[in-house]
């Protein structure tokens, strides 16, 4: 089965109310599935979670009104209360650090890759990853005709506004890897990683979303790849106040979840016992990207099922973990920034079909 589509277009409200109408119940199973991690993995109360979600609001609202207004929109649309929609869209800063604090042997995930022209068989600049996170949430494509900025489409959580791994009408492409720093801080609240997300992917060109990415603080680390057709790629790790770019080399570009080379006066990271397998698969990522040169789209599907190891590039839950730990690749995506041609799976790649998606009709 092919994720749910949706296409949108008006004001962010607009767009907002379709997809909480058209998700409505996908959306109720996430605010379920994320408010039992919050209790069991973040110990957090309902309560507190909802204190915690209520000041993020608010200075959201100073942030992005349009961001704003496609939460409430998606409230409306889906009859769910605003407060449990924006805890969705929060659930990066309010869970996914505190995991990282709280689990050391956290479960990482994601795997993402670049191919410049000079080593793909068609010349063009290839993007794309395997997104792998918890296996009942419930996810969706979307396709954005806004009211100002490129046409896009992009890959998303049901109830989380705009699209996390995608790219626009100009060629402009994001991925995306979860990371972690011990100077994480939720309550810091700077602009959070969905909206950073909504913003790249609404810019024409590839300064401008780096700036969206680099220009301000962060509250919590991650890490983002951009690039635009005609232009490069560039992958940078963003801790709350400093980052580190990376270029391509040799024509491929690999991230997981790790920084690459960490300064240690600057970036420190939780210690993680399983962050080894971070490194395996970004160096996975990397050896069939060069060993497979020149790269098409049917030899990049062959990557992303790779299963070297058991936790390899295409995720399957370990059952030697507790459940709780449990993470899955939940889609394998290709982008071909030239053609403006993107690939999406519905779950493990090696597992179902790619289904081809094109920005211009």
Request: aromatic share 8%; proline share 5%; net charge negative.
């Given at each position: 089965m092919?994720?749910?589509?949706l ?21 109720e ?9 919050f ?19 608010r ?5 992005s ?22 805890m969705?869209?929060f ?13 050391m ?6 795997t993402?890759y670049?191919v410049l ?5 068609n010349?063009?600049t ?5 997104w ?5 949430v ?7 005709t ?15 506004f705009?699209?996390?791994?995608g790219?626009n ?15 994480d ?15 790249v992917l ?12 680099t ?7 991650a890490n ?11 992958d ?32 420190i ?39 070297h ?26 982008m ?5 041609k ?20």
């Amino acid at each position: 089965m092919r994720l749910p589509f949706l296409e949108l277009s008006g004001t962010c409200l607009k767009q907002g109310q379709v997809h909480g109408e058209s998700l409505k119940d996908l959306i109720e199973k996430n605010i379920a599935v994320y408010s039992r991690r919050f209790q069991k993995e973040a110990k957090l109360s309902k309560v507190e979670v909802l204190e915690r979600t209520d000041s993020c609001l608010r200075t959201l609202k100073k942030q992005s009104i349009n961001y704003y207004e496609g939460i409430l929109g998606i409230a409306e649309g889906s009859n769910q209360e605003l407060m449990n929609i924006a805890m969705l869209n929060f659930r990066y800063e309010l869970l996914y650090h505190a995991i990282g604090k709280l689990q050391m042997d956290a479960v990482d995930g994601c795997t993402s890759y670049a191919v410049l022209p000079e080593v793909a068989s068609n010349g063009h600049t290839i993007m794309g990853q395997n997104w792998d996170w918890i296996p009942d949430v419930e996810c969706a494509i979307v396709e954005t005709t806004a009211q100002v900025g490129p046409h896009q489409m992009a890959f998303t959580e049901a109830g989380i506004f705009g699209g996390k791994i995608g790219m626009n009408s100009e060629g402009l492409a994001l991925t995306v890897n979860g990371m972690n720093t011990t100077v994480d801080d939720w309550s810091r609240f700077e602009k959070p990683f969905h909206l950073r997300c909504f913003e790249v992917l609404s810019f024409a060109t590839l300064e401008n979303a780096m700036e969206v990415l680099t220009g301000t603080p962060r509250s919590c680390t991650a890490n983002f790849m951009i690039g635009q057709a005609e232009n490069t790629v560039i992958d940078i790790e963003l801790a709350p106040d400093t980052y580190v770019k990376i270029s391509p080399q040799g024509g491929v570009l690999g991230h997981a979840n790790h920084f690459t080379d960490p300064d240690p006066a600057e970036i420190i990271e939780p210690p993680n016992p399983r962050r080894y397998l971070s490194k395996f698969r970004h160096e996975r990522m990397e050896t069939l990207l060069n060993e497979r040169k020149p790269l098409d789209v049917a030899g990049i599907q062959k990557i992303l099922k790779d299963h070297h190891h058991s936790q390899s590039i295409c995720r399957h839950p370990d059952p030697s973990l507790p459940s709780e730990q449990h993470t899955v690749t939940k889609t394998g995506v290709i982008m071909d920034l030239d053609e403006r041609k993107l690939w999406f799976t519905n779950g493990n790649p090696c597992q179902n079909e790619f289904t081809e998606y094109s920005l211009l009709n």
